[in-house]
Nanobody, 125 residues
Framework: VQLQAFGGGLVQTGDSITLSCSVSGRTDINYAIGWLRQDRGKERELVAAINYNGGRTYYPDAVKGRFTISRDNAKNTVILRINSLKPEDAATYYC???????????????????WGQGTQVTVSS
């Protein structure tokens, strides 16, 4: 499976941004999808995840209420909406996938098998 993340850019503090992840290839397999981010000098962190049919989602406490993940399997697309952007949200955002059981929403420690190329989000204050 191939993933491509796009939608990043330069935004201001307090703005919103929508990132998209296009999934292609073996889309007949059930995949859990995660959005992860990494800024220079920082560890990569999972910021949102969703199970194969969108019925289960996961957010770490640090982003709950501001990040929303959704998916449209008919369009093979996973969306990450970020509201009320903060300077600390600046990072390269990656979408990643892993074939999963239906109930699995996320994989800890970045244990995804397929990765997109990343899209950069820059937040100006």
């Amino acid at each position: 499976v191939q993933l491509q993340a796009f939608g990043g850019g330069l935004v201001q503090t307090g703005d919103s941004i929508t990132l998209s992840c296009s999934v292609s290839g073996r889309t007949d397999i059930n995949y859990a999808i995660g959005w992860l981010r990494q800024d220079r000098g920082k560890e990569r962190e999972l910021v949102a995840a969703i199970n194969y049919n969108g019925g289960r989602t996961y957010y770490p406490d640090a982003v709950k209420g501001r990040f929303t993940i959704s998916r449209d399997n008919a369009k093979n697309t996973v969306i990450l909406r970020i509201n009320s952007l903060k300077p600390e949200d600046a990072a390269t955002y990656y979408c990643a996938a892993r074939a999963s059981f239906p109930g699995v929403a996320y994989y800890a420690n970045g244990k995804y098998h397929y990765w997109g190329q990343g899209t950069q989000v820059t937040v100006s204050s």
